[in-house]
């Protein structure tokens, strides 16, 4: 089993910043992609931002050229620099991995959310 753990959502004002991390733990072999996604209420959960095991990145428009996505393989850890944060960044944010355990076999797993809160 592999678990994911998000942490560094909170209050921030419009214009600020945060910077969210995920950490994977367990059974581990290996991680594939990993990404960040994030659903407001009475939305849908959307896609915010991939990255790959060798560092290629992908960006959902709305917040291209604000944040940031990257990956420490070694400590099998994600995180998200969020910029210039706007009202409509408020969501929990969940962090997804593709991971292979020890047992074998892939599959995706998601983290418990951590709560962004952009005031205006």
């Known amino acids: 089993q592999v678990q994911l753990v998000e942490s560094g959502g909170d209050l921030v004002q419009a214009g600020g910043s945060l910077r969210l991390s995920c950490a994977a733990s367990?059974?581990?072999?290996?991680?594939?992609?990993m990404g960040w996604y994030r659903q407001a209420p009475g939305k849908q959960r959307e896609l915010v931002a991939t990255?790959?095991?060798?560092?290629?990145?992908n960006y959902a428009d709305s917040v291209k050229g604000r944040f940031t996505i990257s990956r420490t393989n070694a400590k099998n850890t994600m995180y998200l620099q969020m910029n210039s944060l706007k009202p409509e960044d408020t969501a929990v944010y969940y962090c997804?991995?593709?991971?292979?355990?020890?047992?074998?076999?892939?599959?995706?797993?998601w983290g418990q959310g951590t709560q962004v809160t952009v005031s205006s």
């Open positions: 997804n991995a593709d991971a292979r355990g020890l047992s074998g076999g892939s599959r995706s797993y």
């Open positions: 367990g059974s581990i072999f290996s991680i594939n992609a």
């Open positions: 990255i790959t095991s060798r560092g290629t990145t």
